[in-house]
């Protein structure tokens, strides 16, 4: 009887040893995540702060974190500052994206987002993100982001602040970007052959693109348009403080222990349950 009870246990072992090796590793992965977020932003070309003295990779906060509710006629305030933390001058984009619930409601048409002048409403963000440009800093040189948040008198009622789950991304260019290659056409043939009959000659092929390669064309108020798949690597978001990694690494350990603790319970039970049909 006991051996069989010890067979029947087996696999049980085996699931609780898989599970404990899990939850180790799983706890190593915390204990090693923000060391390497760290070592990372550590060589990022953009310190940032949120009162202009206090520098660091990372923002301590997002935007308007202190808000709880929007009111109609409210209107809150926040700024970031921006540092060139290298040797050598980067030109500065800053775009404001929408990251917050992906259904629409009727405050998106009366919500207005904005930066340095430059606004939108929270309808408008969802269809394409909001750019200003910051221009050249020099090394060390700082600039300053006023971003805010309105919601006039004519709104229908209030919204939580969740409404403004916004988020802010770079795109950084130095001097040292590389210049597209010029294009250039083919020389003529210094000998030309006086037999050959000129309409043998290839012409043009109709379905090449008469396009040359190159940069995006300004726009006419001297923003480029917005970057291209290849461009993609160009944008970064500003740097956070991976809160919300550690929230799920920290949901994943609840979720592990709390299927080791059911095995354990469901052993016991069944262990209790051989004993009392032993002592019958």
């Known amino acids: 009887m006991l ?4 067979l029947q246990h087996a696999p049980a ?33 953009i310190d940032v702060s949120v009162d202009g003295e206090h520098w660091a990779p990372q923002l301590p906060r997002q935007l308007f974190d202190s808000v709880d509710r929007l009111s109609p006629g409210d209107r809150v305030d926040d700024t970031v500052w921006l540092r060139n933390a290298t040797d050598v001058p980067i030109a500065v984009r800053v775009q404001m994206r929408w990251i917050g619930p992906a259904d629409t409601a009727a405050i998106d048409d009366v919500l ?18 909001l750019t200003v440009d910051l221009g050249e800093l020099a090394p060390q040189a700082t600039a300053r982001l006023d971003t805010e ?20 991304v770079l795109q950084l260019s130095g001097e040292d970007d590389p210049d597209p290659p010029p294009t250039s056409e083919p020389s003529p043939d210094p000998n030309p052959d006086p037999s050959a009959d000129p309409s043998d000659e290839p012409g043009p092929d109709p379905s090449a693109s008469t396009t040359s390669p ?29 809160a919300e990694t550690l929230l799920l690494l920290a949901a994943g350990l609840v979720t592990i222990g709390a299927g080791i603790t059911a095995l354990l319970v469901a052993r016991r039970r069944r262990h209790d349950a051989e004993e009392d049909a032993t002592q019958r």
Not at 3 to 6: L, M, N
Not at 16 to 41: D, K, W
Not at 112 to 129: D, I, W
């Open 3 to 6: 051996e069989t009870s010890a």
């Open 214 to 242: 190159g940069p995006e064309s300004d726009s006419e108020d001297g923003d480029r348009s917005p970057p291209r798949d290849d461009e993609a690597d160009r944008w970064a978001p500003l740097p956070r403080t991976g």
């Open 149 to 168: 948040a309105v919601l006039p008198f004519s709104a229908p009622n209030a919204t939580q602040s969740r409404y403004l789950d916004l988020d802010l």
């Open 112 to 129: 207005a987002v904005g930066m340095n002048g430059s606004s939108a409403t929270v309808r408008q963000l969802r269809a394409e993100p």
């Open 13 to 45: 072992r085996r699931v609780a040893r898989a599970l404990l090796a899990a939850l180790a590793a799983l706890a190593l992965t915390l204990g090693v995540l923000p060391a390497t977020a760290t070592t990372a932003s550590a060589a990022a070309p």
